[in-house]
């Protein structure tokens, strides 16, 4: 019967049995109220930005993107289309802006590096196309018909 409850891997070069299966969770963190669950995950945003970015640029987008996204967040459960159970802050869960501002930061640093690591995919107004041989996919695009 444990061999229909465990799932076992074993080499054939003697290594010892390793059960496969995970174990349930043994903790919860339990915050007192909304208020100190809002302040951990905005120092812990905090946190991401400044071990992954650094950069007033990613400062300002993971900010500009928080307010915007809780404007429309607000905007869409005022209207009706979306509904919290318990609201603390204008019509929405306080700590909703946090997750928007990690979200901003995470996604804004896999975009710049995209554009690290593919520059060609980047188009430039002052890049010069014809030397590049590149003038014949740029009418392809600007007309949407592909050239075969």
């Given at each position: 019967s444990s061999w229909h409850r465990w799932c076992f891997f074993s080499c054939s070069c003697g290594w010892p049995a390793v059960p496969l299966h995970r174990q349930p969770p043994r903790g919860k963190l339990d915050f007192a109220n909304n208020v100190q669950l809002s302040l951990t995950l905005a120092a812990l945003s905090l946190g991401l930005w400044w071990t992954f970015d650094r950069s007033r640029s990613g400062l300002g987008l993971g900010i500009t993107i928080a307010f915007v996204a809780t404007l429309i967040t607000q905007f869409l459960v005022y209207n009706g289309?979306?509904?919290?159970?318990?609201?603390?802050?204008?019509?929405?869960?306080?700590?909703?802006?946090?997750?928007?501002?990690?979200?901003?930061?995470?996604?804004?640093?896999?975009?710049?590096?995209?554009?690290?690591?593919?520059?060609?995919?980047?188009?430039?107004p002052r890049t010069n196309y014809a030397s590049k041989g590149m003038t014949h996919k740029l009418s392809e695009l600007n007309r949407g018909t592909p050239k075969s």
């Open positions: 289309v979306y509904q919290y159970t318990s609201p603390d802050f204008l019509y929405i869960r306080s700590w909703l802006p946090c997750i928007f501002f990690s979200g901003g930061v995470t996604v804004g640093n896999i975009g710049l590096s995209l554009t690290i690591q593919m520059p060609s995919i980047v188009v430039s």
